[in-house]
């Protein structure tokens, strides 16, 4: 007995993803549809050996579905994911549109899968932002062990996190600055090949991003709303994977060992630590991986009870689409949702 899923934005990166994965980790679908805009009607994309044909989401009947998954801007939505929720199936969205929405839960389910008995509210849950997901599996367990006072995060995100245009930007800059000069930014608001941005979205009145906003936001509302938090985001000439340098003050001693021992049992976790020249992880290693990385644990000298430690993952996966599928396997294994076999509903 399957489910019949839609994956709305089917043709962007994110949505590829989201079909790749279903099919990957046998999500039980049985009936597959790859929705996106009018211009779109048409466009095969994959769907493990199938090919599939994409639907115009003006058209479509989300009454006959189970579970939607949507990879679109905030604002389509905003407009879309209440219709598509009233209609019947659960809308699981990737966009920034649903997340601090108190009827609305955010979810990681190695972090806070209990969170899953509001979904009946809206029929929607959201997916946090890339970069918080792969920090907040990485602190849940810590946090389990030690009360966390404070967190600093610098996050070095790579260009997929902006979507095909700036994959293609970072391309054809780094392609060019050598023969004709890097091509004049658009996607970004600096040249990116070889260099740099400490800014992603749009700044805020007290000199934050909202990209940076959101860790601390969706954190608090996931983890420990007590947890005091400061990021610094910051765009970086990497195709994949997004890294985050992270510095943890806790209310009690942790030794690192005692914190590679814990994140080792940790669910999502890998921890590859070893003090050689190769005994981390980069986003090289973690690209087409689901797991969060966890390297460089080590003694924060500067604070009584801290630690310092490295954390990557693939952003298109954990950090999105594998994420947004985990969900779905978690309001099967919960029975949130019931097969397409039988009468369709929300039970929590």
């Not at 600055?177 to 805020?204: D, S, Y």
């Not at 294994?333 to 509903?345: L, Q």
């Amino acid at each position: 007995m399957g489910y019949r899923v839609a994956v709305v934005g089917a043709t962007g990166n994110v949505g590829r993803e989201m079909l790749n994965i279903l099919e990957e980790v046998t999500f039980p679908v049985d009936k597959i549809h790859a929705i996106a805009s009018r211009k779109s009607i048409g466009v095969e994309v994959s769907f493990g050996d199938q090919t599939v044909k994409c639907e115009d989401i003006a058209q479509f009947d989300f009454s006959t579905v189970d579970v939607v998954l949507m990879s679109v801007s905030g604002a389509f939505s905003k407009e879309w994911s209440p219709r598509i929720a009233a209609a019947g199936p659960i809308v699981i969205d990737n966009s920034s549109a649903w997340r601090m929405d108190p009827d609305v839960p955010l979810i990681v389910p190695e972090v806070n899968p209990d969170a899953v008995e509001m979904a009946s509210r809206k029929n929607i849950i959201a997916n946090p932002n890339c970069s918080t997901i792969q920090l907040v599996v990485a602190l849940k367990p810590l946090h389990d062990l030690a009360r966390i006072k404070r967190v600093v995060v610098s996050t070095y995100q790579s260009v997929s996190g902006a979507g095909k245009e700036g994959m293609d930007e970072l391309f054809d800059q780094t392609k060019n600055v050598f023969v004709l000069g890097a091509t004049p930014p658009k996607k970004f608001p600096k040249q990116i090949a070889f260099n740099v941005i400490p800014f992603i979205g749009a700044f805020q009145d007290d000199g934050y991003t909202d990209e940076e906003a959101k860790m601390w936001k969706e954190t608090h509302k996931m983890l420990d709303p007590s947890i005091k938090l400061t990021v610094t985001c910051v765009r970086v000439p990497v195709f994949v994977g997004h890294s985050e340098a992270v510095t943890v003050e806790f209310d009690r001693p942790i030794e690192p060992d005692e914190a590679r021992e814990i994140l080792r049992d940790a669910p999502g976790v890998l921890v590859v630590d070893k003090q050689e020249h190769d005994g981390y992880v980069t986003p090289v290693d973690a690209a087409g991986e689901f797991a969060v990385y966890v390297s460089r644990i080590r003694k924060d000298h500067t604070v009584e009870n801290g630690l310092s430690f490295w954390v990557v993952s693939d952003n298109l996966r954990k950090g999105a689409a594998l994420n947004a599928v985990q969900i779905a396997q978690l309001l099967d294994e919960t029975g949130v949702i019931k097969s397409s076999s039988g009468y369709r509903s929300i039970t929590v």
